[in-house]
């Protein structure tokens, strides 16, 4: 079983947190890493930075920016991926990129590095279905997972499209928008959920406007199997970056405060997880 | 060939939040294009309002000293300058039998902002522009034209701060508000269908230029010119040319020479690559990783160009050069005094690609460049340069 699909099978919901590799050092980006995995991430999503992030509010894409002007490359986030492999051999990782690093690395060598580096999964935010066909037989020949993106604004034939496609877990978008944090979770997120549900067994998780501890539980009463917070903690990132011990101490208090938004499902096969503190 | 597509380039590599609005442009362009009262609205706002047929003027002077038959088509005379317009008032119209309520557009000069405005102006439809912060200052006279033609215009502080950066802040206020909202795009670059949809709404300018040549000269001209950023002037008289036995040159920024870091000439120096939904020719460095550039002509400033014109560059349809500031900043300068039309930067590349190359025509040979705007807008920053007017 894969680390992805472990991870899912025993624990419901699962907390996801995103760091942008790089930011706002290439070494320190490993000890943000770690830090969020000590603090109770189940798994990391690790963007690779890019020059135009278009699906990204400000918040992200100056995290972008400041990995770039701190030098990172690809081969740099593969090597956090390493790093983050050897601090943590269970955790599932799904890097999150656009699709011209991939492109211009060449799709079986970005897949085979992926695999290499020990990542589960690949997120690649601006390839739709409908321009993902040389990508799949790339990413199953590596046994790299391809996360599928479903938005609000989805046709129901689109979706049954990207889930035939689709691996791992599916990340559900839970506003018309770009990432970012909302005051408010939108209503029709329990809607969105029910509906994609209804055509697949894949594990679902919620993502882009997740920041309070509120959004998380609310997610996680509608069903999803998983929450996604990027913003929220990438923020943190930037507020604290003359104090590194400052980050790491706000990084550790925002997820604890956030995962205790979850309420455990208490499904006879899930293992009662470690307290958190609130 | 698929949809979308121009050879292998092209295609929709957008975020899956963005996928429905462009599927539904689609449509209903695909539905509009057809609807005899679209076109009877639009040709009506191109004649009466925009000016259009433009001429095809014949330049005497130009012609002796080129050795060969000149024409300019004239797209400087439409109204507000430029090409631009002819882009703006098709998608302005066609936003509103769409049923939006609001335009949003990027700009980088500020050209295609105003032909924006002026379209929401004329449409009735508010207008709010993405202007990178740098371009802002740079075109301040520009930012003013806008707003006294009632757009707002916000500028964009992320990235370089400059064109494709308004770009990317305009495609992600359409990924938020694609309900009620139209991206109105100003070139024929992006995800399908905008390099379809611009190209439609440009190719005025070719079949004017055709018909217009055959009854002055009798015949098609030997070759067609025009200056490549975006590439939405260069398509639209290129298109109906396709087919011809006409040869078909691009202009790119060539800046401070192909050999610097410091040019826009994504066809003549860039490699394949994904930038901002399409599969195209981009200036990126070995990681994927999109370049700034340079250019004098702030429209030209841009590290990609249309996919058409990748496809049209790899089958040998279309030959693109590049030519240096230094020899627009000469074309411009040799154009005003020689024909008394001052031709924008962007434009005068194609004008100093001529300069260079029209002696290989003879005498009988038919040449037409496609002026592409009027150069007003530059005169203030060509004044403060070494040598002014000189």
């Not at chain 1, 894969?2 to 070494?27: C, H, M, Q, W, Y």
């Not at chain 1, 830090?35 to 992030?53: Q, R």
């Not at chain 2, 494709?164 to 795009?185: C, E, F, G, P, Q």
């Amino acid at each position: 079983m894969s680390r992805i699909d472990g991870l899912f099978a025993r624990k419901n919901p699962v907390f996801i947190g995103f760091t942008v590799a790089g930011d706002p050092g290439i070494e320190t980006s490993f000890r943000v890493a770690k830090t969020m995995i000590d603090a109770g991430v189940d798994l990391l999503e690790i963007a690779i930075p890019y020059s135009d992030p278009v699906a990204d509010g400000p918040v992200i894409e100056r995290a972008h920016a400041r990995a770039l002007r701190a030098g990172t490359t690809p081969d740099d986030v593969f090597a956090l991926v390493r790093q983050v492999r050897e601090h943590a051999p269970d955790l599932p990782v799904v890097l999150f990129t656009y699709y011209n690093i991939v492109y211009r690395r060449g799709l079986d060598r970005f897949f085979a590095e992926t695999a290499a580096a020990g990542a589960d999964g690949v997120l690649i935010v601006d390839l739709p279905v409908e321009e993902s066909g040389e990508v799949a037989p790339s990413a199953l020949r590596h046994g790299i997972d391809r996360i599928a993106l479903i938005a609000p604004t989805t046709s129901p034939e689109r979706q049954h499209a990207i889930l035939r496609e689709a691996s791992g877990f599916v990340y559900l978008i839970s506003l018309e928008g770009v990432t970012g944090e909302r005051d408010r979770l939108p209503l029709h997120v329990a809607g969105l959920v029910g509906a994609v549900r209804e055509k697949t067994d894949l594990p679902l998780a919620v993502g882009f406007g997740v920041s309070r501890p509120e959004h998380v539980g609310a997610v996680a009463a509608v069903g999803a199997n998983g929450v996604i917070v990027g913003s929220a903690l990438v923020r943190i990132v930037e507020e604290h970056l003359g104090d590194e011990a400052g980050m790491h101490e706000a990084l550790r208090t925002a997820i604890k405060a956030m995962r205790c938004g979850i309420v455990p499902d208490p499904g006879p096969d899930i293992p009662r997880r470690e307290r958190v503190e609130g | 060939m698929k949809a979308g597509r121009y050879g292998v380039y092209g295609g929709q590599y957008v975020p899956e939040t963005l996928m429905s609005a462009l599927i539904e442009l689609e449509e209903t362009y695909g539905r509009v294009s057809l609807d005899p009262e679209f076109s009877r609205r639009l040709g009506w706002y191109l004649h009466e309002y925009a000016g259009r047929e433009t001429p095809l003027t014949y330049c005497e002077n130009l012609s002796r000293d080129l050795g060969c038959r000149v024409y300019l088509k004239r797209e400087d005379l439409l109204h507000g300058g430029a090409h631009k317009l002819n882009n703006t008032l098709g998608q302005a119209l066609m936003a509103k039998f769409m049923g939006k309520r609001r335009l949003i557009a990027e700009t980088g000069a500020g050209q295609h902002g105003v032909a924006t405005a002026i379209a929401g102006a004329a449409l009735g439809l508010p207008v709010e522009v993405y202007m990178g912060e740098v371009d802002t200052r740079r075109q301040a006279l520009n930012v003013f034209r806008m707003e006294l033609l009632g757009a707002r215009v916000i500028p964009v502080a992320s990235g370089t701060r400059t064109l494709k950066d308004a770009i990317n802040a305009a495609m992600r206020d359409w990924v938020a508000n694609s309900r009620d909202t139209h991206y109105l795009l100003g070139s024929c670059v992006g995800p399908h269908p905008f390099p379809w949809i611009v190209r439609d709404f440009q190719s005025v300018i070719g079949e004017e230029a055709r018909r217009q040549v055959l009854e002055r000269e009798g015949r098609l001209p030997d070759t067609v010119v025009a200056c490549v950023g975006g590439g939405s002037n260069a398509i639209g008289i290129f298109y109906p040319f396709v087919n011809d036995d006409v040869a078909l040159v691009g202009v790119e920024a060539g800046g401070e020479g192909l050999d610097t870091a410091h040019h826009g000439a994504s066809l003549s120096g860039g490699s394949v690559g994904v930038f901002q939904g399409a599969l195209s020719y981009l200036l990126q460095d070995g990681d994927g990783q999109a370049l700034e550039t340079h250019s004098i002509a702030a429209g030209l400033d841009h590290p990609s160009v249309g996919p058409e014109h990748a496809m049209l560059k790899d089958s040998g349809r279309v030959r693109y050069e590049a030519v240096t500031d230094a020899e627009a900043l000469h074309a411009f300068r040799y154009l005003s005094r020689t024909e008394g039309i001052i031709p924008a930067l962007e434009s005068a590349h194609a004008v100093a690609y001529a300069l260079r190359a029209a002696g290989d025509l003879g005498e009988d040979g038919i040449l037409v460049i496609n002026l592409s705007g009027r150069g007003d807008k530059d005169v203030a920053e060509v004044a403060n340069l070494p040598g002014g007017a000189a």
